[in-house]
């Protein structure tokens, strides 16, 4: 670790002000745009968005300024403004925080990922938008094994597992948030499990160095749409759009009807008018994505604990990994590329390979948490 993390300091911004009257904000305002302050929140108003926008940009300028400062004290210190991703509409509306604004102005780009009243796939949407926004910065996501609002709660070490494994199998790091809150961390069951989880993590981590997602297929939002679409209703109008679609189709995720899942996938396909990439025969509690380096492809699946509704709002927590066996993975490989050989690993083994019609095709026995399949490119 850099020795800037020695001297480690922490502030949090506020983001339940909502906007601020005081005299420098509203002549900052006045100058910029020839308007007043609007006195409500309202989203058909012209000068409530520009005002909206401001705010990002005003909070946008504040990090670069302590950015700046922090380097021109220490050049070697690392600076991060940890932010959330629009499942956390009620802080980083009112805190103004929007992180394609910071990029420039940050050593190590982090999303906080502790908050656990979301769909289980969420650090995984997280760490595709960090990893797609800044390929060439590290990245770090918080995890945390304690509930939000309940700290003292360790949550179940079956929640955690792929909690954790989906920041890494879509290119960002972890950042282990260990916290009592205010009292003495007495709850220590979720410990020993993490430390087993990150362990495995360092005997990977040259996995990771550099490995970029090779999907071709993106779901493309913004912030702009949240907040001049969204407008008052940012939940209805944006947010299950996006976790809807993330997963598949609204229907589909908020009662969990197969069928317009189906329709999506179709649609997918149809648009791509190729063949899949990547074909895995697994139930739909698995999550799959591929990752390269040079000459590796890696393949990650993720079991994502069940007997937690993917509904919005409050869900139930995530206490039981089924194991699955035998996943086949079938991998469509670009002309004239051969597979060298193939690993699991866990236990570093080596699997068979098929080949057919330009196609791989391999066994994982046994999925726990995660697993990433090898392959060597000759
Ligand atoms: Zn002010």
């Not at 008018?273 to 990547?278: I, Q």
Request: hydrophobic share 40%; net charge neutral.
């Amino acid at each position: 670790m850099p020795t800037a993390y020695r001297n480690n300091q922490g502030k949090f911004a506020a983001w339940d002000t909502g906007p601020c009257y005081c005299d420098t904000c509203r002549a900052l305002f006045r100058e910029d745009s020839g308007h007043d302050i609007p006195e409500t929140e309202n989203w058909e108003n012209p000068v409530w968005r520009q005002y909206n926008e401001w705010r990002y940009q005003r909070i946008a300028r504040w990090v670069k300024r302590m950015h700046a400062a922090i380097h021109e004290v220490r050049h070697d210190a690392v600076f991060i403004a940890a932010v959330q991703l629009m499942e956390s509409l009620d802080t980083i509306r009112p805190g103004g925080w929007d992180i394609d604004y910071w990029v420039p102005y940050q050593d190590v780009l982090t999303f906080e990922c502790q908050r656990r009243n979301t769909a289980p796939w969420w650090p995984g949407i997280q760490a595709k938008y960090l990893a797609s926004l800044a390929p060439d910065k590290p990245r770090w996501m918080t995890t945390s094994y304690f509930y939000p609002w309940w700290r003292l709660y360790a949550s179940p070490e079956a929640e955690n597992r792929p909690w954790i494994a989906q920041q890494f199998a879509n290119g960002v790091n972890t950042w282990l948030h260990i916290n009592g809150g205010y009292s003495d961390l007495f709850d220590r069951r979720g410990l020993a499990p993490m430390r087993e989880v990150l362990r495995r993590l360092e005997r990977w981590e040259h996995y990771f160095d550099g490995a970029r997602s090779v999907a071709r297929v993106a779901l493309i939002f913004s912030r702009h749409t949240q907040d001049n679409y969204g407008g008052g209703k940012p939940h209805a109008r944006y947010l299950d759009f996006v976790r809807g679609w993330y997963q598949m189709e609204l229907l589909f995720y908020r009662y969990g009807f197969p069928d317009p899942g189906r329709v999506l996938a179709n649609a997918v396909r149809w648009a791509l008018a190729e063949e899949p990439t990547v074909e895995v025969a697994a139930p739909d509690f698995v999550e799959v994505t591929l990752m390269a380096q040079p000459q590796r492809m890696l393949l990650h699946l993720v079991n994502l604990p069940v007997g937690k509704p993917v509904n919005t709002g409050w869900r139930h927590i995530g206490r039981n990994l089924v194991t699955v066996n035998d996943i086949v993975v079938r991998l469509r490989l670009a002309p004239g590329t051969r597979v060298r050989e193939a690993r699991l690993a866990t236990g570093e083994t080596t699997v068979p390979v098929r080949e057919k019609d330009g196609s791989i095709e391999v066994t994982v026995p046994r999925l726990v948490d995660h697993e990433i399949v090898i392959l060597e490119i000759a």
